[in-house]
Structures are given as structure tokens and as C-alpha cells.
């Protein structure tokens, strides 16, 4: 597609001009201006007033929580990607349509009915509740409720990208290292991961994303109580709500770096290392 | 489970080790992780029997919640069906300048967290932003209305169709688009007869995606659509706020609506894929 010499196919010229600006107008409005939005607002009284706004005890905490979030279901989702798709993509069995449809199904599920599962279980009247309350052991309006929700709706991300790459690259280069000896072990770290390794920090990479910045599911489940279980994403809602739109656009636009650097790595991963990430981002 | 066994029949023994334990691993994360808590919420709201759960049902707030959810959700993916073709046909289509630019910010939605959104998209759309004020002055309200809803899902939405048409695009050969020239069909006739038959099934599920998304979210919506109860509260909202007023059985028979929506728009992506694979 990059000497177009072939006239038939080509499109009018007034028609192209027409899908161009169209489309420009369409991404600049919808998804650049809100973006932009969220650095203005935060800097609508000057750098200080937002850096000042970060710099509080109650902001502080939920950086280090956001952070503890991810921390922890970075590696679990990760070590579930890698199992399942060394299973679905390297193996035949039956039921493998059905398994990979259960690993997507978070997409498909809002995150607020995923909250609400888990407070069905471990909340004050659910399931488990007064079992728990008996052990004195907190998992709703907590850390280990919040993983729980993160884990949840990120459970697809790593997964997702490994399958479809490693069922490209078959098995041949495994079952000779096998072959030859190697274990289990031996043979992943030596062959498969080098394969990988670009799909991986892919998927990895847009885990981290989601976890850092999931509202629906956790907000179900943190409590709100600030300086204690409010992730970033809950403490921007809840300095919005209390009209405190300085120190919430100050927090968001921490995000939005994030975010930011998020679709410049991962442009970058496409760019770079395009025939070792998934076939369907390749273009 | 049998699985392996059946497996094994079909071809040479297996040589990869490891088979049995990322299988073990998959399932028993799967079931504690997803399937586990799901299968609670499904079983919950028959506590007070199907009577109980058909009264909160269809209480008239929880009516109107669903509806908004759902109406809005698929007008939402309609105009991210007919957008999204457009800028996928431009982005993979045209060279012009910026086109990395733009095609990058496409994937923004996905990175940028829905709470940041949503804050965003309220101020941008409100009385005095930069959009909301040019918009009041000719007479049209977007912040804190349905309106506000419906844009918050268009964002939200909008990655899913292009990202799902465009590797189809830029596989598709420009042969057939020639031959149809050379026979005399207009660019226009092409574009119908050829370009989106074949596009159809990936525009399909795209729209699907976007659909599911919508019907679902939260964070970007809750700030720009005003919650007000009747008007313009989404079914997830309604959920939370249940849970606020420990009013689990309201909440679970919201969320199990909800859930089996999800289960009814996976049957169909998979019903989708296999068309899209058969190709």
C-alpha cells in the first residue's frame, strides 16, 4: 500500500478531502479536546496551586495504593497469561473455543457488576460475610477487595496478546529444544520467551493501564474512605464531587501521563516490533 | 477431565511438558477470579423468590435505567458504526499529514481511565466549557442530559469498530476493487458491492464490541449525565447507589440483567468470529 499507481481502486479526490477533515474534526473534538481539558482545567490557576494539590496526605495515599493495586496484580495476571496460553496455544483439547470466550468474558461484563459479585460474597451481608467478620478478616472496603476487583476486570489483557502470538509461532522450536533434552522449564525461559517477550511487555503494558486507572469496579468495593481506600481514580471522583477541581484535574492529569505514556510505548512497540506482537496490530 | 485423552488420540504423543499444569492453573485462577463471584450473582436474586425479583424489576426507576442503559448504549454504537468506518477507511486508506497522530489517539479511550473521562468530558461539555458554551448559545444542552450520556459512549466506544476493521482493511487486495472498475461499476457501486460486504462481518462484531462496552460503563458516564432518577440514571448507577442503601437483592437483580445482557452479546461475538474465520 505505499506506491498507489493503480488509479481504479482510487477514490475521487473530493471525497478523500472530505473523509480526511471529517475524520480529523471527529478524533481532535472527541477524543484530543477532553484530553487537552484535563491539563487545562488542572492548571488553570498555575503549576503550584497543582503541584501543591498532589502534594497533599489524602492524594499521596491513593498514589501509593494505586500503586500497591498494580503491584500486585501485575505479576498474577501476568503468570495467568503466560499459563493460559501456553495451554490453549501450544496444546489441543476440547473445550478450547469455550475456555478462551471465559478468559474474555470481563470485557463483556460491566465492572460495576463485577464489584457488585464480590460484595455479594465478602461484603457486611453476603455469603461470607459473617464467617469473615468472625476472623476479623477485612477483604470488602479494603485492599484485598480492591486487587480482587482489578484482578477481575484485567484478567484478559496479557492473556489476549499471547495466545493469537504463540499459536502464530507454533511449536516446532519447542519440541526441539525438548528433544534435546531441555525440561519444561528450561525450554520456556530459553525459547519461548525470547519469542515473546515484545507481545508480553505488550499486554503487560496495557494491564498496567487498565489496573492503574479501573473506577467502576473498584469504587464498588473501596468504601471511600479517604486517605485510606481511595485509589487515584476514586479520590479524582471524590475531590470532584466536593467541587475541589484544581486538586481533581491535578490527579487526573496524572493519569493522563500515564495514559499518554501508555499509547507512546505501546505505538512505539507496534512501530518497532511489529512482527513479534500479535498478528492483528500489524498494520 | 477427559480432555487430554481425546486430544491425545487425534496426534503423536505430546512432546511439550506442561500441559496439565497451565491447564490446572488457567481453570482454577478462572474460577476464582470470574466465574466463582458470577456464578453468586446469579444465584442471589431468587433469595425473595421470582416474584421478588420481578418487582424490582420492574419498579419504573429500574425500568427507565435499564432502557437509558440500553437505548442509549445502541445509539451510541450506531454512530460509532458509521464513524468508525469512515475514520478507519481514512486512516488505512489515505496518506496525509498527522495520519500516525490521530491514528495513535484513536486507542485513547483504552488508556485514559474512565474516571479522567468522564471529569473531562463534564467540563469540556459544561455551561461555561469549551464546547458546552458555544453549544448552549445555538440551543443545545449536552452536559447533565441524555446528550451528555450519549457522548461519553461514543468516547468510550469508538477504538472498538475502527480497531476491529482496520487490519481487515489493510489486508484486503485492491484487486477486486479494480476488476469491478474494469467492468464499469461507479467508485460508489464498488464501495457498496464489494468494500462492504467484505467488511461487514468485522463491522459487525466492532459495533458489538462498542455495544457491550457502553451498556456497561460507568466511570466516563456518571459525570456529564446528571443521574437523574428517571431522566438520565444508568443502569450501573442504579446498582451502586442500591449498595450504598445495602439493598443487596435491589442491586443483584439489576446486576443480573446486566450480566446475562453479557452472556447474550458473547454468544453473538462468538457467532461473529466463526463468520469472520469462515471467510
Same mark, same amino acid.
Given at each position: 500500500?505505499?506506491?498507489?499507481?493503480?488509479?481504479?481502486?482510487?477514490?475521487?479526490?473530493?471525497?478523500?478531502?472530505?473523509?480526511?477533515?471529517?475524520?480529523?474534526?471527529?478524533?481532535?473534538?472527541?477524543?484530543?479536546?477532553?484530553?487537552?481539558?484535563?491539563?487545562?482545567?488542572?492548571?488553570?490557576?498555575?503549576?503550584?496551586?497543582?503541584?501543591?494539590?498532589?502534594?497533599?496526605?489524602?492524594?499521596?495515599?491513593?498514589?501509593?495504593?494505586?500503586?500497591?493495586?498494580?503491584?500486585?496484580?501485575?505479576?498474577?495476571?501476568?503468570?495467568?497469561?503466560?499459563?493460559?496460553?501456553?495451554?490453549?496455544?501450544?496444546?489441543?483439547?476440547?473445550?478450547?473455543?469455550?475456555?478462551?470466550?471465559?478468559?474474555?468474558?470481563?470485557?463483556?461484563?460491566?465492572?460495576?457488576?463485577?464489584?457488585?459479585?464480590?460484595?455479594?460474597?465478602?461484603?457486611?451481608?453476603?455469603?461470607?460475610?459473617?464467617?469473615?467478620?468472625?476472623?476479623?478478616?477485612?477483604?470488602?472496603?479494603?485492599?484485598?477487595?480492591?486487587?480482587?476487583?482489578?484482578?477481575?476486570?484485567?484478567?484478559?489483557?496479557?492473556?489476549?496478546?499471547?495466545?493469537?502470538?504463540?499459536?502464530?509461532?507454533?511449536?516446532?522450536?519447542?519440541?526441539?529444544?525438548?528433544?534435546?533434552?531441555?525440561?519444561?522449564?528450561?525450554?520456556?525461559?530459553?525459547?519461548?520467551?525470547?519469542?515473546?517477550?515484545?507481545?508480553?511487555?505488550?499486554?503487560?503494558?496495557?494491564?498496567?493501564?487498565?489496573?492503574?486507572?479501573?473506577?467502576?469496579?473498584?469504587?464498588?468495593?473501596?468504601?471511600?474512605?479517604?486517605?485510606?481506600?481511595?485509589?487515584?481514580?476514586?479520590?479524582?471522583?471524590?475531590?470532584?464531587?466536593?467541587?475541589?477541581?484544581?486538586?481533581?484535574?491535578?490527579?487526573?492529569?496524572?493519569?493522563?501521563?500515564?495514559?499518554?505514556?501508555?499509547?507512546?510505548?505501546?505505538?512505539?512497540?507496534?512501530?518497532?516490533?511489529?512482527?513479534?506482537?500479535?498478528?492483528?496490530?500489524?498494520? | 477431565?477427559?480432555?487430554?485423552?481425546?486430544?491425545?488420540?487425534?496426534?503423536?504423543?505430546?512432546?511439550?511438558?506442561?500441559?496439565?499444569?497451565?491447564?490446572?492453573?488457567?481453570?482454577?485462577?478462572?474460577?476464582?477470579?470470574?466465574?466463582?463471584?458470577?456464578?453468586?450473582?446469579?444465584?442471589?436474586?431468587?433469595?425473595?423468590?421470582?416474584?421478588?425479583?420481578?418487582?424490582?424489576?420492574?419498579?419504573?426507576?429500574?425500568?427507565?435505567?435499564?432502557?437509558?442503559?440500553?437505548?442509549?448504549?445502541?445509539?451510541?454504537?450506531?454512530?460509532?458504526?458509521?464513524?468508525?468506518?469512515?475514520?478507519?477507511?481514512?486512516?488505512?486508506?489515505?496518506?496525509?499529514?498527522?495520519?500516525?497522530?490521530?491514528?495513535?489517539?484513536?486507542?485513547?479511550?483504552?488508556?485514559?481511565?474512565?474516571?479522567?473521562? /468522564?471529569?473531562?468530558?463534564?467540563?469540556?461539555?459544561?455551561?461555561?466549557?469549551?464546547?458546552?458554551? #458555544?453549544?448552549?448559545?445555538?440551543?443545545?444542552?449536552?452536559?447533565?442530559?441524555?446528550?451528555?450520556?450519549?457522548?461519553?459512549?461514543?468516547?468510550?466506544?469508538?477504538?472498538?469498530?475502527?480497531?476491529?476493521?482496520?487490519?481487515?482493511?489493510?489486508?484486503?487486495?485492491?484487486?477486486?476493487?479494480?476488476?469491478?472498475?474494469?467492468?464499469?461499476?461507479?467508485?460508489?457501486?464498488?464501495?457498496?458491492?464489494?468494500?462492504?460486504?467484505?467488511?461487514?462481518?468485522?463491522?459487525?462484531? /466492532?459495533?458489538?464490541?462498542?455495544?457491550?462496552?457502553?451498556?456497561?460503563?460507568?466511570?466516563?458516564?456518571?459525570?456529564?449525565?446528571?443521574?437523574? #432518577?428517571?431522566?438520565?440514571?444508568?443502569?450501573?448507577?442504579?446498582?451502586?447507589?442500591?449498595?450504598?442503601?445495602?439493598?443487596?437483592?435491589?442491586?443483584?437483580?439489576? /446486576?443480573?440483567?446486566?450480566?446475562?445482557?453479557?452472556?447474550?452479546?458473547?454468544?453473538?461475538?462468538?457467532?461473529?468470529?466463526?463468520?469472520?474465520?469462515?471467510?
Amino acid at each position: 500500500m505505499t506506491t498507489r499507481t493503480r488509479r481504479a481502486a482510487e477514490d475521487p479526490v473530493a471525497m478523500r478531502l472530505i473523509c480526511i477533515a471529517i475524520t480529523a474534526a471527529f478524533i481532535i473534538v472527541l477524543l484530543l479536546l477532553p484530553l487537552i481539558t484535563v491539563f487545562a482545567q488542572a492548571l488553570a490557576k498555575g503549576l503550584g496551586l497543582a503541584l501543591s494539590r498532589i502534594e497533599t496526605h489524602d492524594a499521596w495515599t491513593s498514589i501509593r495504593l494505586t500503586l500497591i493495586v498494580a503491584a500486585i496484580s501485575l505479576p498474577l495476571n501476568t503468570l495467568f497469561g503466560i499459563c493460559a496460553a501456553w495451554a490453549i496455544a501450544k496444546h489441543t483439547f476440547r473445550g478450547k473455543v469455550l475456555l478462551t470466550s471465559l478468559i474474555d468474558l470481563p470485557f463483556s461484563v460491566s465492572p460495576v457488576v463485577a464489584g457488585l459479585a464480590y460484595v455479594l460474597i465478602f461484603g457486611m451481608q453476603g455469603w461470607l460475610g459473617p464467617a469473615l467478620r468472625l476472623w476479623n478478616i477485612k477483604i470488602i472496603f479494603a485492599l484485598p477487595g480492591i486487587v480482587l476487583a482489578t484482578l477481575f476486570v484485567t484478567v484478559p489483557f496479557v492473556a489476549r496478546e499471547l495466545v493469537p502470538l504463540m499459536i502464530d509461532q507454533g511449536r516446532d522450536e519447542e519440541e526441539a529444544a525438548v528433544s534435546l533434552g531441555a525440561g519444561g522449564l528450561q525450554t520456556f525461559f530459553r525459547v519461548t520467551l525470547p519469542n515473546i517477550k515484545w507481545g508480553l511487555l505488550y499486554g503487560v503494558l496495557l494491564c498496567n493501564a487498565r489496573a492503574m486507572g479501573e473506577f467502576g469496579a473498584v469504587t464498588v468495593v473501596s468504601g471511600h474512605i479517604r486517605g485510606l481506600t481511595n485509589t487515584m481514580p476514586v479520590q479524582v471522583e471524590a475531590l470532584y464531587n466536593d467541587y475541589e477541581f484544581v486538586g481533581a484535574f491535578a490527579l487526573a492529569s496524572l493519569l493522563a501521563l500515564l495514559a499518554l505514556f501508555t499509547l507512546a510505548l505501546k505505538s512505539l512497540l507496534e512501530w518497532r516490533y511489529a512482527g513479534e506482537i500479535a498478528a492483528t496490530h500489524r498494520h | 477431565m477427559p480432555v487430554t485423552r481425546q486430544a491425545d488420540r487425534r496426534r503423536k504423543p505430546d512432546a511439550l511438558p506442561g500441559f496439565r499444569l497451565t491447564l490446572g492453573v488457567t481453570l482454577f485462577y478462572l474460577c476464582i477470579i470470574t466465574l466463582i463471584p458470577l456464578a453468586a450473582l446469579l444465584i442471589q436474586p431468587w433469595s425473595n423468590g421470582f416474584h421478588g425479583f420481578i418487582t424490582i424489576l420492574t419498579s419504573p426507576r429500574v425500568l427507565a435505567a435499564l432502557k437509558l442503559s440500553f437505548g442509549s448504549a445502541a445509539i451510541a454504537a450506531l454512530v460509532n458504526m458509521v464513524f468508525g468506518l469512515l475514520v478507519a477507511w481514512t486512516l488505512t486508506r489515505y496518506r496525509f499529514p498527522f495520519r500516525r497522530v490521530l491514528d495513535a489517539l484513536i486507542d485513547l479511550p483504552f488508556a485514559l481511565p474512565t474516571a479522567v473521562a /468522564g471529569i473531562a468530558l463534564s467540563a469540556l461539555y459544561a455551561q461555561n466549557g469549551w464546547l458546552g458554551a #458555544p453549544l448552549e448559545r445555538i440551543g443545545i444542552k449536552v452536559a447533565y442530559t441524555p446528550l451528555g450520556i450519549l457522548v461519553a459512549l461514543v468516547f468510550i466506544g469508538l477504538p472498538f469498530v475502527v480497531r476491529t476493521i482496520e487490519p481487515i482493511l489493510a489486508d484486503m487486495s485492491l484487486e477486486a476493487e479494480e476488476a469491478a472498475a474494469t467492468l464499469g461499476a461507479t467508485r460508489l457501486q464498488t464501495l457498496a458491492r464489494i468494500v462492504l460486504p467484505t467488511l461487514a462481518p468485522a463491522l459487525m462484531t /466492532g459495533t458489538t464490541l462498542a455495544f457491550a462496552r457502553a451498556v456497561g460503563e460507568y466511570g466516563s458516564v456518571i459525570f456529564i449525565a446528571g443521574n437523574l #432518577p428517571r431522566v438520565s440514571e444508568i443502569a450501573p448507577l442504579l446498582i451502586v447507589i442500591r449498595l450504598e442503601e445495602f439493598d443487596y437483592p435491589g442491586a443483584a437483580a439489576i /446486576g443480573v440483567i446486566m450480566l446475562i445482557a453479557s452472556f447474550a452479546i458473547l454468544l453473538a461475538l462468538n457467532l461473529l468470529q466463526r463468520r469472520l474465520a469462515r471467510r
